[in-house]
């Protein structure tokens, strides 16, 4: 059975370095540059391939690390927002039975976004990866309509990732502790992926997917936590007054990947609140590295092979384009 994962992080050292270089660098580069992170997220060769081998993994589905080009100044997240999705696309024609891409986008200019997208798309990119908030302007604000639309008409799946929470959220809530401590609250500990939600809330409230029906937008995390709170978050589409509920948005416009989260209990609540055609496999590498064992045991919990097969490869295939 082949194996398609989805959200298969790598670096660029330019983009690093310009990273490190703004006033208040994003304290969560710190994340890729522990144990051998640094070196593996680089390799877009042979032995990021010999790691896919390893876990049974034919394809992957390459993203920048996060925070991507977001946090850059226009200009400068233009010009490396390019350079990324030449770097990508020329990694994905070297080994195009190996690997695909999502291309990275310039949100914090919101005029060059749309266009960006579809030279990405152009060249081979089969989705995108973006944040929900670049500085104080939201993912849903007016500005990215544009953007949205020409995702939509394109065809492009649009993966929204966690990032750190703004300076002030960190401030009233993420405080208090050592350092790592403290990033480890406002990452991958809690503060990601309430930010993730709340983005995605934010779309559906925002009428998003009313005005881009065929627009499909991918979780990480088993859906960071908002699969959980279906029946509350229902309520708030009601004051809003939606033509359709948070849950309907969510089984008909979200897809939803595990990123190396293999737990059988998060895959039974997912089946419950949606669909087996909506979810798709990761491995969030290099941050999460199951083995092709833990791997193999955790496909053993759907309850047949078609599910098994959905889940593996065939969603991803039909998502993003890939044929298999």
């Not at 500990?189 to 009428?207: K, N, S």
């Not at 599910?307 to 991803?316: G, I, L, V």
Request: proline fraction near 6%; charged fraction near 20%; glycine fraction near 8%.
């Amino acid at each position: 059975m082949p194996l398609i994962a989805i959200e298969e992080h790598w670096s660029m050292p330019d983009l690093t370095a310009a990273l490190h270089a703004l006033p208040q660098p994003d304290e969560s580069l710190v994340l890729g540059e522990m144990g051998d992170n640094q070196e593996r997220l680089k390799d877009l060769e042979a032995g990021r391939m010999a790691a896919m081998d390893a876990q049974g993994i034919d394809l992957s589905i390459l993203a920048l690390i996060p925070p991507g080009t977001q946090s850059l100044p226009p200009k400068e997240a233009v010009t490396l927002s390019r350079s990324a999705n030449d770097v990508a696309a020329a990694a994905v024609a070297r080994h195009p039975a190996r690997f695909r891409s999502l291309s990275t986008l310039p949100m914090s200019s919101p005029k060059d976004v749309a266009s960006e997208l579809e030279r990405a798309a152009g060249m081979g990119h089969v989705g995108t990866m973006v944040y929900g908030r670049s500085g104080d302007l939201f993912l849903d604000d007016p500005a990215y309509d544009e953007f949205f639309g020409a995702a939509s008409e394109l065809g492009q799946p649009v993966f929204l990732h966690p990032q750190l929470p703004s300076a002030a959220v960190r401030d009233a809530s993420y405080r208090g502790f050592d350092p790592m401590t403290e990033l480890a609250l406002a990452a991958f500990g809690w503060g990601w992926h309430m930010e993730t939600a709340t983005a995605a809330l934010r779309l559906i409230l925002r009428g998003t997917f009313d005005r881009h029906p065929d627009l499909q937008v991918v979780l990480g995390h088993w859906g960071e936590m908002l699969l959980f709170w279906l029946d509350r978050a229902d309520s708030i589409s009601r004051i809003a007054g939606l033509p359709r509920s948070v849950s309907d948005c969510i089984r008909s416009n979200f897809y939803i990947t595990n990123s190396g989260m293999l737990n059988p209990a998060l895959l039974q609540h997912a089946l419950s609140v949606t669909s087996v055609d909506r979810l798709i496999f990761s491995t969030d590498y290099p941050f999460q590295g199951p083995t092709n064992e833990e791997i193999r045991s955790f496909m053993g919990h759907f309850s047949s092979e078609a599910e098994r097969q959905q889940f593996a490869f065939r969603n991803a295939a039909s998502l993003f384009g890939i044929d298999v």
